[in-house]
């Protein structure tokens, strides 16, 4: 994936800086009314913008599909490239079958044309599978839970899958826990920068939601393919296997089963996300 590239398409992909001005192409508002879910018209130019850059011997990867606002948004015009898609069902009231229904009749209305390939589960399970995709990725897209341990994963495990230059982009990057998580990240290896970050001036900022960050990832001989995985990520992955993700879901569950509990979550999990609990 050419990084220069794709931050002069981010620049013409906009009618004046993009922090402060809507994308020229009125499609990405239009898929924003049309299909339900949390990525703002900003955010899905960028995401296209880095879907048609994409090389073909890469894929594009997302985690956290909801009823797929993000990846009908990024496909648009590429019928060309491989998208996988990583969704567990879980929060938001994702659960059930309904969701499932909800998001496959969502790729069908508006990414019928893209070869999109659903993967269901933990991505902090199935991206310790072999195979389980059939080229580097070229772009991530993280928009799945949101606490610093997933952040620090969601760098630390895709890793290995990245291409050998990659583009991932966060999303809720301006929620401090996100950032701190990908500075710590960054911290510790080298081979990662922020790019750029389109940051929301406030919650729910109707130009970038909750902020977007582009991070560059950039394979040295310390990085190499087949490196073995580093301490910092070790620990937390067993943390979040043993403890920390078992938790986040029993806390879904209950608050799919008890809506009474959302004025609780609400206040443990203060986002725009919480908000929308419902
Ligand atoms: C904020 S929503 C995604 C919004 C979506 N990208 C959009 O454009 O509307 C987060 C989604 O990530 C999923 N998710 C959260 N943690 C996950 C995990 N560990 N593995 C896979 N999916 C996850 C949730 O079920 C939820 O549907």
């Given at each position: ?145 949101h ?24 999303d809720d990057?301006?929620y401090?826990?996100v ?31 909750n ?68």
């Amino acid at each position: 994936m050419d990084l220069a590239r794709f931050l002069d398409g981010v620049e013409e992909a906009f009618a004046g800086d993009p922090q402060d001005s809507e994308p020229i192409d009125p499609r990405y508002g239009q898929l924003v009314q049309d299909v339900a879910g949390y990525t703002s018209a900003a955010e899905l130019a960028v995401l296209n913008v880095a879907a048609r850059l994409l090389p073909p011997d890469e894929c594009y990867l997302e985690v956290g599909s909801y009823k797929g606002r993000s990846m009908c948004g990024a496909v648009q015009g590429v019928d060309d490239r491989v998208f996988y898609v990583l969704e567990n069902y879980l929060e938001f009231g994702m659960q059930g079958e309904q969701a499932r229904q909800e998001l496959h009749d969502n790729l069908a209305r508006h990414a019928a044309h893209a070869d999109v390939r659903l993967l269901e589960g933990n991505c902090f399970e199935l991206l310790r599978r072999p195979g389980l995709l059939d080229r580097p990725v070229g772009v991530y897209f993280y928009d799945g839970e949101h606490t610093a341990t997933s952040h620090y994963l969601a760098l630390g495990m895709i890793e290995p899958w990245l291409a050998d230059e990659a583009l991932v982009l966060v999303d809720d990057a301006t929620y401090p826990m996100v950032s701190d998580a990908h500075d710590a990240y960054i911290a510790r290896h080298p081979q990662w920068r922020v790019e750029r970050r389109w940051d929301a001036r406030s919650n729910d900022d109707p130009l970038w939601a909750n902020g977007l960050h582009a991070l560059s990832f950039r394979r040295d001989a310390a990085s190499a393919r087949g490196s073995a995985e580093t301490f910092d990520v070790r620990w937390r992955r067993l943390a979040y296997a043993g403890a920390l993700g078992p938790g986040q879901k029993a806390a879904w569950k209950a608050i799919h089963t008890y809506p009474g509990l959302v004025p609780l979550a609400k206040k443990l999990y203060p986002s725009k996300k919480a908000s929308t609990i419902d």
